[in-house]
Nanobody
Framework: QVQLVESGGGLVQPGGSLRLSCAAS????????MYWYRQGPGKERELVAA????????NYADSVKGRFAISRDNAKNTMYLQMNSLKPEDTAVYYC??????WGQGTQVTVSS
């Protein structure tokens, strides 16, 4: 079964950290670039970070640059998003996506004191 399962979200105070995971199955994970998206309350879904197939190149939205780090472990078919110095505006449902039309259920991140 082709699927993505995001995990690692939760409630965190401003300035805190979380590490999200995206477990992929049913397709050749290492053949695809991967992306993290997020959708905040009342907002459109936006691209947060991207990583190439081998993990050698990454890109970030300006709003998270210097705070978030995307990585992947092709041996484990898993991608990660390390989020540091979290802000209330980072509150959103976070989704991972390969370079084709497949979405997971998302994981909720809430940044609040």
């Amino acid at each position: 079964q082709v699927q993505l399962v995001e995990s690692g979200g939760g409630l965190v105070q401003p300035g805190g950290s979380l590490r999200l995971s995206c477990a992929a199955s049913g397709f050749s994970f290492s053949r695809y670039a991967m992306y993290w998206y997020r959708q905040g309350p009342g907002k459109e879904r936006e691209l947060v970070a991207a990583i190439t197939r081998g993990g050698g190149s990454t890109n970030y939205a300006d709003s998270v640059k210097g705070r978030f780090a995307i990585s992947r472990d092709n041996a484990k078919n898993t991608m990660y998003l390390q989020m540091n110095s979290l802000k209330p505006e980072d509150t959103a449902v976070y989704y991972c996506k390969p370079d084709f039309n497949l979405w997971g259920q998302g994981t909720q991140v809430t940044v609040s004191s």
